[in-house]
């Protein structure tokens, strides 16, 4: 053989082969530190029943004995202080972190994994302790829907997204929907679902705003504690996130959000404020975040003096995955519990327990807590899940629930739709519906209900000419119509290109059809904010798609109405001319077609409500001048392993770090206290009848403010009414937003003439403000003006109280 052949071979073998080992070894690095690191604790199978003194338990730890933690007639602390004197220092620091990425990813044999679920609270195999099931997410559980070897598959329900259920306005609706999410996490043997979201829509364009609810504390709190009560009623746990100030995906995991404490206590934190006082859930988890200097998840400030010492808050706080950088600080903050965990945090706390850094009451602090969360479960209960939770039953839930968060922007007598009409579907979306964002927010449902199906059902005719258009657009963009599936949707957003019809296929549509109704999409989620082009505004084909359809239409004698099928807020103010009506359908989960047609059809009378400011510009905003601009994204990377910290100078204003400038004046608090005109404002939606509000009365009780007022249906159909209420403090002797949302109710369906006296109650101290001098609330004596309307703009009923 040639000389420099041999040679050229041998440097390759031997490059090939130093491949081969880094591969090898960074496979092993990834098993041992992220993966399978928790090997020797796994759950013990074989606990035996015993009897003793006519008492039957299980003798979890098989000494034969009756342990104060195995008898579940005691109370679950004195059960906790027993199980919590019988562990050894190791078993307690495998406690305070998770098992490994492990489960999430299906790794493990059956009876010890849940796939899909994305982490656990580790067992403890020698007390018979079980593991613990964490699952997202907000919008439904997110388990994998197939398993290896099996036929049979686990679907969960996809319920609308949050931003669609706080349009509600309804708690009991909500408690409805967590209730379903909670028996299916029971059922699919999970015991915490990741949910809900309780973070201010601070700017329209933070990714994963359709997991959280509204720019309102007040609406934001009210929702999610509905949820987090639903959902634990069925002995399932929540995780409320991402505690605080998670409000942009771009650099989530090092930015560093700088907000006064004002703003924390009043905007960002009485979310979960409300949520803690009206729910106390199982778990909180703290966010990936920065506030003011600190990673939240290393913050005691955060974690225990606000949390645990102002609000009462006796659960556990868990971190997002992979987040804090610190995990000792992280125990020492507060931070119960560190997940998914891997083996270099492990190693970290058994060094800082060893040599002090980490004191033994916070150990056991925190293990206590996580010891509670356990023996509270079903799964101490011994509960046994059958995996067949009630999919049909909960779809209903999902249907109703949809179509009462819908909201109608706009409608020039075109709805309800006339039986008969033949309708003309335009737009890609109105085909393929879009169920909920992307990220871990996503659900794996088994089907989601288009427009187009929800049309259908309904006993509409969609139009022929219309849907062969589609068709041949989608066969000639094959590749772009393949919805990614499992991990690759969690990232992925599906944007299939929107379809022009041209001029002769427009002609043959509107004169087929009775009417059009065009679909604008969007979607988007965890790992990445939104942008002005494309995507808060119409694109170009989009906005030719809607001008076009409306011309043609509406030059025919036809009217046109636009379905919107997205996530967040977009650009209205420059197009909502041109169609007849608008409704927002947000996502609404699997059911969303469905629900879309009974709104549509009138079988629903809409009754949604806006969470949020549709503005004019999205530059009207605050906050805009100190958001990402870019949509910029979170390092994937950098989450696993943590960055250092950029020195001072080299950091990059709203990604490095993000200045809340706007203080308190988030959503309509800053368009009102400004004066701008918006498009849609917060509160508002339309129905297909009218009412009045009359005879408002306002009591003022000790610590309470009781609110009275009469409702009624003025129109011709049956429908629900969101009463609102506002207060103002005139004269204020520091400045404070125009009027702030106190408290909300939902009237039952009022049949058209009917009348309902709805009662509203709050306590006086939801008038209060944070005093930063003196670092506490601080609530204003004199006059407030208390006002009952139908929307924020609504001047309303109002009457003045003195305090
Ligand atoms: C998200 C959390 C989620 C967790 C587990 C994180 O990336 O921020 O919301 O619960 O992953 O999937």
New binding site residues.
């Given amino acids: 053989m040639n000389k420099w052949l041999k040679i050229t071979l041998i440097v390759l073998g031997s490059l090939l082969l130093l491949v081969a080992m880094a591969g090898a070894g960074g496979w092993m690095y990834l098993k041992n530190t992220f993966l399978d690191f928790e090997k020797n604790y796994t759950e013990k199978q074989d606990i035996q029943e015993l009897t003793i003194d006519a008492y039957t338990f299980l003798d979890r730890n098989g000494n034969e004995q009756l342990d104060i933690y195995e008898d579940d007639r005691r109370s679950i602390e004195a059960r906790a202080d027993d199980l919590l004197s019988k562990m050894t220092q190791e078993e307690k620091i495998h406690l305070l972190k998770g098992s490994g990425i492990a489960s ?1 990813l299906g790794r493990g044999e059956i009876g010890q994994v849940i796939p899909g679920a ?2 656990t609270i580790v067992p403890t195999p020698r007390l018979g302790i079980p593991t613990i099931y964490l699952s ?2 907000p919008a439904g559980l997110r388990i994998q829907p197939t398993r290896k070897g099996e036929d049979r598959t686990y679907y969960c329900t996809a319920f609308p997204i949050a931003s669609l259920l706080a349009s509600s306005w309804n708690k009991d609706l909500v408690y409805q929907v967590g209730d379903a999410m909670g028996s299916e996490a029971l059922e699919y043997g999970i015991d915490v679902i ?2 809900p ?1 309780a973070n201010i829509h601070r700017h329209p364009f933070c990714g994963r705003n359709f ?1 959280y609810y509204s720019e309102d504390p007040l609406l934001t709190g009210k929702m999610g504690a509905a949820m987090v009560n639903g959902i634990e009623d069925n002995g399932v746990g929540t ?1 409320v ?2 505690f605080v100030a998670n409000n942009q995906e771009t650099n989530r995991n090092n930015n560093n959000a700088i907000v006064s404490d004002r703003a924390l206590r009043e905007i960002y934190l009485r979310g979960f404020q409300i949520i803690v006082e009206d729910a106390q859930p199982w778990t909180i ?1 703290s966010s ?1 975040n920065k506030v003011n200097g600190s990673y939240v998840a290393e913050n005691e400030i955060l974690l225990t003096d606000v949390l645990r010492d102002d609000w009462g808050f006796e659960g556990i706080v868990m971190s ?2 992979f987040g804090g950088r610190d995990a000792p600080a992280m125990i020492s903050a507060g931070n119960d519990l560190l ?2 965990g891997t083996k270099l945090q492990w190693k970290a706390l058994k060094k800082a327990a060893e040599n002090g850094a980490l004191s033994q009451e916070a150990i056991d602090t925190s293990v206590k807590r996580i010891l509670k969360l356990i023996l509270g479960s079903k799964k101490m209960q011994n509960y046994d899940y059958g995996n067949d939770p009630n999919l049909a039953a909960h779809a209903k839930i999902a249907r109703q629930s949809a179509a009462e968060g819908m909201v109608l922007l706009k409608n020039n007598a075109v709805l309800p739709l006339r039986e008969t009409q033949n309708i003309a579907l335009i737009g890609v979306t109105s085909y393929d519906f879009i169920a909920g964002g992307t ?3 996503d659900v794996n449902e088994a089907y989601t209900i288009s427009l187009e199906q929800g049309l259908s059902n309904a006993g509409f005719e969609v139009n022929a000419a219309a849907k062969q258009a589609f068709e041949t657009h989608k066969a000639n963009n094959e590749k772009a119509f393949d919805k990614p599936e499992g991990m690759q949707a969690m990232f992925q957003p599906y944007d299939p290109p929107e379809l022009v019809l041209t001029q002769e296929q427009l002609a043959e549509v509107v004169a087929t059809a009775d009417i059009g109704i065009l679909t604008i999409g969007r979607n988007s989620g ?1 790992g990445g904010d939104r942008i002005v082009e494309g995507d808060f505004r119409l694109s170009e084909e989009e906005q030719e798609m809607l001008s076009n359809t409306c011309e043609a239409f509406q030059a025919a004698g036809k009217q046109v109405v636009v379905v919107l099928n997205i996530g967040g807020v977009i650009e209205t103010a420059s197009w909502k001319e041109q169609p007849d009506a608008i409704l927002l359908a947000w996502q609404g989960g699997q059911e969303g077609g469905n629900a879309a047609a009974d709104i549509l059809s009138g079988k629903v009378n809409p009754s949604g409500k806006l969470p949020m400011t549709f503005p004019i510009e999205v530059e009207d905003h605050a906050s805009h001048d100190n958001f990402p601009p870019g949509g910029g994204s979170m390092d994937m990377l950098s ?1 696993i392993r943590g960055t250092k910290d950029k020195p001072l100078d080299e950091q990059v204003a709203n990604v490095d770090f993000t200045r809340y400038e706007e203080g308190i004046y988030v959503g309509y608090r800053h368009f009102d206290k400004e004066a701008l005109e918006v498009s849609y404002p917060f509160g508002s939606g339309l129905s297909y009848t009218d009412f009045d509000l009359s005879d408002l009365v306002v009591i003022v009780r000790e610590d309470s403010i009781l609110v009275n007022v009469e409702v009624q249906n003025t129109g011709d159909r049956p429908g629900k009414e969101v009463v609102q209420i506002y207060s103002t403090k005139p004269d204020s002797q520091i400045d404070r937003p125009e009027q702030e949302l106190q408290a909300f109710a939902k009237t039952p369906v009022l049949a058209p003439g009917a009348s309902a006296t709805v009662t509203l109650q709050f306590p006086i101290s939801y008038l209060r403000y944070w005093d930063e001098d003196g670092d506490r609330w601080q609530l204003e004596e004199g006059k407030y003006q208390i006002k009952a309307a139908k929307d924020s703009r609504d001047a309303g009923l109002t009457i003045d109280i003195v305090l």
């Fill in positions: 999430a994305v982490g997202d997410g990741l949910g979201g997991e995780s996130k991402h988890m990936y997002d995955w997940e998914p990220g871990s927010g965890e989450m």
